[in-house]
């Protein structure tokens, strides 16, 4: 089966902020040597691959191109001796976890939805809210099996066997946006837990300061640390919620003990289509954001939580993207070095001021960067906040931050980034011009693109 028989007709898609859109026609390779095959007929700046399209902007989209899906590429295979998992690039975490939480393991970093796949979990080397004591989802990959630009199978890893010039493959892969090639199949570690439960602590903070400190103090106590912050409130208070992996003499006095590896993955509920119009604006958020915080306690210790309710709790409302409204949103996140913090209430009183309704603003704490030439993590502060894209002026104050942020030795996350210049990325991943050259080794034919890639000028 030729490049051309796959070929379908285009179709429109977007990053998951349904702000930038692209027309695409798409392939499902069967096989390593249909990909093989396909890739070798490819021309220039052709193609990308693409997981659960959850990325926020345009990383995985490529206007008038071809994307590569690897619905194709699900397979599992579980060593419970090692402690470690091969699967296809095409699977997703929550179909991994269906397989892995009843045999008692957990991935080692998750990002905040389970809806991503691996291959895109490793393009982007996805965070959750234990960097700070666990690094990346590429600190924890051992082997990489890369399709590159010249259809070749390439097996990056680590190994002591492995030359220079193969190591550094694995890391310009690591974090490289699916331009290096494509991911067919990836080892990686897991950690092992007793239950499917987190027991959870919750503390309340009138003022960012005092939220800060006490998710410093957290990081020495807890696996994983999360703050929410109110950012239409003038002390910018918030929420800060840690947790820990439930053990079995934790559970004793739960009910359900005779399940402790239960796991589900469901959806609550879909967004209404009366409410894809937009129903997030200052005054909703004001109210839903009050509401939240003075309902929680000042401190509730020892909950349990399931890992659904931990990790991805967006993840319980299907198309929760589409609440802002048709042109809908940006998600706005970067980190900043400690020596920086200020930055963080900085940005929040910037976009406060101009009336940015965010419902979801999240801190968390990051711990040193891996050997990744564009990871996004590195040792400080990060904050998301979502904007809608309603508002006036928006480009021009985010215009503003970025110098600023930039100026603070911080940078911004590709993987949630729509709009910042080619200027700014190449201040802030001083590291891009080493993996350009990476990347050529890879892709002599410049095969791989996308509207990313396009727009920072990645090439």
């Known amino acids: 089966m030729n490049f051309e028989e796959k070929k379908i007709d285009r179709k429109s898609i977007s990053g998951w902020g349904c702000n930038l859109h692209a027309k695409i026609s798409e392939i499902n390779p069967i096989s390593i040597k249909d990909l093989q095959n396909s890739i070798i007929n490819f021309n220039e700046s052709s193609v990308i691959s693409r997981g659960a399209g959850r990325s926020y902007g345009d990383a995985a989209l490529l206007n008038n191109g071809l994307i590569i899906f690897l619905k194709a590429f699900d397979h599992i295979d579980l060593n419970v001796k090692k402690k470690r998992v091969k699967v296809g690039g095409g699977v997703s975490i929550d179909n991994l976890l269906k397989i892995i939480i009843p045999k008692g393991f957990f991935i080692p970093v998750s990002p905040g939805t389970r809806f991503v796949t691996v291959g895109g979990a490793i393009a982007s080397d996805v965070h959750g809210k234990n960097h700070y004591l666990n690094g990346s989802f590429g600190n924890h990959v051992i082997e990489i099996k890369l399709v590159d630009g010249l259809g070749q199978l390439r097996t990056l890893s680590l ?4 030359n220079k010039e193969a190591r550094n493959q694995f890391w310009a892969t690591i974090g490289g946006m699916g331009l290096t090639g494509v991911v067919v199949e990836a080892t990686f570690s897991l950690i092992p837990i007793q239950t499917s439960k987190i027991i959870v602590d919750t503390f309340r903070y009138k003022d960012l300061d005092n939220l800060m400190d006490g998710m410093i103090q957290a990081q020495k106590k ?33 009910k359900n003990l005779e399940e402790p590896l239960k796991y589900e993955s469901k959806s609550i509920a879909s967004v209404p289509k009366i409410f894809h119009n937009g129903v997030l604006n200052k005054y909703t958020v004001a109210a839903f954001n009050k509401f939240l915080y003075r309902k929680t306690p000042k401190i509730k210790r020892e909950s349990f939580q399931s890992m659904e309710a931990f990790f991805y709790p967006l993840d319980g ?57 564009l990871s996004f993590p590195q040792k400080g502060w990060t904050l998301a906040i ?66 990313l890639a396009k727009r920072l000028g990645m090439f």
């Open 159 to 162: 190994n002591k066997d492995q």
């Open 222 to 254: 807890y696996q994983y640390c999360v703050a929410w912050v109110d950012s239409l409130n003038q002390k910018n208070r918030g929420i800060l919620t840690c947790g820990n992996h439930a053990t079995l003499e934790n559970m004793k006095t739960k």
């Open 317 to 373: 409302i299907k198309n929760w993207n589409k609440l802002y409204g048709k042109r809908g949103f940006l998600q706005y996140q970067f980190v900043v070095p400690d020596r920086s913090s200020q930055v963080i209430l900085e940005s929040l009183e910037i976009l406060r001021k101009i009336g940015v309704p965010s419902f979801l603003t999240v801190l968390k704490r990051f711990g040193p960067c891996n050997s990744s030439f």
């Open 386 to 451: 979502d904007i809608p894209l309603t508002l006036p002026n928006i480009e021009l104050t985010l215009l503003k931050l970025d110098l600023k942020i930039a100026k603070a030795g911080g940078k911004i996350y590709l993987a949630k980034d729509s709009r910042q210049s080619s200027e700014i990325f190449y201040k802030t991943y001083p590291r891009i011009k080493d993996w350009k050259l990476i990347r050529d080794s890879l892709d002599p034919n410049n095969i791989f693109c996308s509207d």
